[in-house]
């Protein structure tokens, strides 16, 4: 198992939850949850697992944790190329 760096950036609030494009190369992804008590990091790490098949506890926000702008750890047998894939799809 290996463990990759992401930088995402995010959109709380959002209609729904989806990958949105790049901004600033940067992933970005809208959050159907607002940007309050934890709300919005939940909805991105649930987003995360399902579309990467992997459990939530693989995946760590490491920092931005009150940010649009955040840093996960994603711990799988992807590689970061496969990952980039699996979100953007």
């Given at each position: 198992?290996?463990?990759v760096k992401?930088s995402?950036?995010v ?6 939850t989806?990958f ?6 940067k992933?970005k992804?809208k959050?159907n949850?607002?940007?309050?008590e934890n709300?919005?990091n ?5 987003f ?11 995946i760590?926000?490491?920092q ?8 996960v ?10 990952i980039?894939?699996?979100i953007?799809?």
């Amino acid at each position: 198992m290996t463990i990759v760096k992401f930088s995402i950036y995010v959109q709380p609030g959002a209609k729904q939850t989806g990958f949105a494009g790049y901004f600033a190369d940067k992933i970005k992804i809208k959050l159907n949850a607002p940007a309050q008590e934890n709300k919005a990091n939940q909805e991105l790490i649930i987003f995360l697992a399902k579309k990467l098949n992997l459990a939530k506890n693989n995946i760590t926000l490491l920092q931005g944790l009150t940010s649009r702008h955040k840093v996960v750890s994603i711990a799988s047998t992807y590689s970061a190329t496969e990952i980039i894939k699996m979100i953007t799809s």
